[in-house]
């Protein structure tokens, strides 16, 4: 009786995993985030890329073996059918007359391409058509700069320069932006649009896309493939995602192998005197630290006596691009000012027995090339790199984060600067 059992039991298993993958695929699909995945409808198998695995997984649906998923509808017409899959292979080919996608703001909008005049409402919106080498010509609007903010934004002044300016993110001119007739308006805080603009808008036929675009690291990948399929550069997307995670996958490696004991204690505070962030937006953590900070939930004043109780070893201060300590346009050897920042917090008398101040571990952060805020664009992977290096020096000596910020700005930017004799990011420079 105990080997009948025996024999069904082992039956059962190995039903059981010849059955396990599609299961595992299932609850996968069923457990992912938008932000794990392509939200582009025909990207029916849920990963990062739209490609003939995604033919054969709507064709599995068409004949009942696999689940449908809420990407599948491919031309977005409510049934799973061969139109789909029609849609699928010009999706591909780059034949699309129109794709369907779910924005950062979890707005359903279809788009119809070609896409031959954009208008950008942020600057790092604008990043990523550089990095995708969408001509200049289909720019047709960006935003009013602030007179005396952020230098950077002269980056791409000579590139978009016959575009036409459409107010600011926090305050567009509607009607404006109605006059230049773009086919699509790439925008960010879907509140500004809600009430005075989008009937406008959907009534002139225009596509509005919300992309965060680089905004506090959130979603680049994810943001810069999206915008390769609506701007017909998927290989060019691939490439620098490719490039970009090869980078950060070695970074992960690495830190993996170091143990939660020890892992260094940090103290990051922002533009603001004893103003902080939970993990700052992730850096922190990510690059093998621990906030000392953890319960804070957002941006919020601290009391500086909670900073000397928990005693960081790490102290990484941010630097503000508008008070001009850091930037593109500074000579090189110009760190004056960085410099200036870093000493005013090691001077600090209530700091002067922690011990980031005792060791001389307190570092300073461009927002250029930080995931905070709208002057870093994509370069807040730079930021991670960078923490990575002044927390673990030993273990990173063959990382050299201004030979790859160099590498970004040439190969990707196409922008003629010499990190070598401009440009001041991070103070002190990691040996």
């Given at each position: 009786?105990?080997?009948?059992?025996?024999?069904?039991?082992?039956?059962?298993?190995?039903?059981?995993?010849?059955?396990?993958?599609?299961?595992?695929?299932?609850?996968?699909?069923?457990?992912?985030?938008?932000?794990?995945?392509?939200?582009?409808?025909?990207?029916?198998?849920?990963?990062?890329?739209?490609?003939?695995?995604?033919?054969?997984?709507?064709?599995?649906?068409?004949?009942?073996?696999?689940?449908?998923?809420?990407?599948?509808?491919?031309?977005?017409?409510?049934?799973?059918?061969?139109?789909?899959?029609?849609?699928?292979?010009?999706?591909?080919?780059?034949?699309?007359?129109?794709?369907?996608?779910?924005?950062?703001?979890?707005?359903?909008?279809?788009?119809?391409?070609?896409?031959?005049?954009?208008?950008?409402?942020?600057?790092?919106?604008?990043?990523?058509?550089?990095?995708?080498?969408?001509?200049?010509?289909?720019?047709?609007?960006?935003?009013?700069?602030?007179?005396?903010?952020?230098?950077?934004?002269?980056?791409?002044?000579?590139?978009?320069?016959?575009?036409?300016?459409?107010?600011?993110?926090?305050s567009p001119d509607i009607e404006k932006m109605l006059s230049l007739k773009p086919d699509c308006i790439l925008f960010l805080y879907s509140f500004l649009y809600k009430e005075s603009g989008e009937k406008q808008f959907n009534s002139a036929d225009i596509s509005l896309v919300h992309l965060n675009c680089g905004i506090f690291?959130?979603?680049?990948?994810?943001?810069?493939?999206?915008?390769?399929?609506?701007?017909?550069?998927?290989?060019?997307?691939?490439?620098?995602?490719?490039?970009?995670?090869?980078?950060?996958?070695?970074?992960?490696?690495?830190?993996?192998?170091?143990?939660?004991?020890?892992?260094?204690?940090?103290?990051?505070?922002?533009?603001?005197?004893?103003?902080?962030?939970?993990?700052?937006?992730?850096?922190?953590?990510?690059?093998?630290?621990?906030?000392?900070?953890?319960?804070?939930?957002?941006?919020?004043?601290?009391?500086?006596?909670?900073?000397?109780?928990?005693?960081?070893?790490?102290?990484?201060?941010?630097?503000?691009?508008?008070?001009?300590?850091?930037?593109?346009?500074?000579?090189?050897?110009?760190?004056?000012?960085?410099?200036?920042?870093?000493?005013?917090?090691?001077?600090?008398?209530?700091?002067?027995?922690?011990?980031?101040?005792?060791?001389?571990?307190?570092?300073?952060?461009?927002?250029?090339?930080?995931?905070?805020?709208?002057?870093?664009?994509?370069?807040?992977?730079?930021?991670?790199?960078?923490?990575?290096?002044?927390?673990?020096?030993?273990?990173?000596?063959?990382?050299?984060?201004?030979?790859?910020?160099?590498?970004?700005?040439?190969?990707?930017?196409?922008?003629?600067?010499?990190?070598?004799?401009?440009?001041?990011?991070?103070?002190?420079?990691?040996?």
């Amino acid at each position: 009786m105990r080997n009948r059992i025996n024999a069904i039991a082992i039956m059962i298993l190995c039903m059981l995993l010849t059955i396990m993958p599609a299961v595992a695929a299932s609850n996968l699909r069923g457990s992912m985030t938008d932000a794990d995945y392509l939200i582009i409808y025909g990207n029916a198998n849920l990963d990062e890329t739209i490609d003939e695995d995604d033919v054969a997984y709507v064709n599995g649906i068409i004949n009942g073996s696999n689940n449908s998923t809420k990407l599948s509808d491919a031309n977005f017409n409510g049934k799973i059918d061969a139109q789909d899959i029609d849609q699928i292979e010009k999706i591909i080919r780059g034949e699309a007359k129109k794709l369907t996608i779910i924005d950062s703001q979890n707005r359903i909008s279809t788009i119809k391409l070609p896409i031959t005049r954009v208008i950008s409402t942020l600057r790092g919106q604008l990043e990523m058509l550089r990095i995708l080498g969408v001509p200049a010509k289909n720019v047709v609007g960006v935003e009013t700069l602030k007179a005396g903010a952020y230098p950077y934004e002269n980056f791409f002044s000579e590139y978009y320069q016959d575009a036409e300016t459409i107010g600011t993110v926090s305050s567009p001119d509607i009607e404006k932006m109605l006059s230049l007739k773009p086919d699509c308006i790439l925008f960010l805080y879907s509140f500004l649009y809600k009430e005075s603009g989008e009937k406008q808008f959907n009534s002139a036929d225009i596509s509005l896309v919300h992309l965060n675009c680089g905004i506090f690291d959130k979603n680049v990948s994810q943001d810069i493939m999206t915008l390769g399929y609506l701007f017909n550069r998927v290989e060019r997307a691939q490439e620098f995602i490719e490039w970009q995670e090869g980078i950060m996958n070695l970074v992960e490696e690495r830190l993996d192998k170091i143990p939660e004991k020890d892992k260094p204690r940090v103290y990051f505070e922002g533009e603001k005197t004893y103003w902080t962030d939970r993990d700052e937006k992730g850096c922190i953590n990510y690059s093998g630290g621990k906030s000392i900070f953890s319960e804070v939930t957002n941006w919020q004043e601290i009391d500086p006596e909670a900073v000397v109780e928990r005693n960081p070893e790490v102290i990484i201060k941010l630097a503000d691009p508008s008070t001009n300590s850091s930037g593109y346009y500074l000579d090189a050897t110009n760190t004056s000012m960085m410099k200036e920042i870093r000493d005013e917090i090691a001077n600090r008398p209530e700091l002067k027995n922690v011990d980031a101040v005792e060791n001389g571990r307190v570092y300073v952060v461009s927002m250029f090339i930080s995931g905070t805020g709208g002057a870093a664009g994509c370069r807040g992977f730079l930021q991670k790199i960078y923490t990575a290096k002044w927390l673990y020096p030993d273990l990173f000596k063959d990382l050299d984060p201004k030979a790859i910020h160099q590498e970004y700005l040439t190969r990707f930017l196409g922008l003629d600067i010499d990190l070598n004799k401009t440009g001041v990011f991070v103070y002190p420079e990691p040996s």
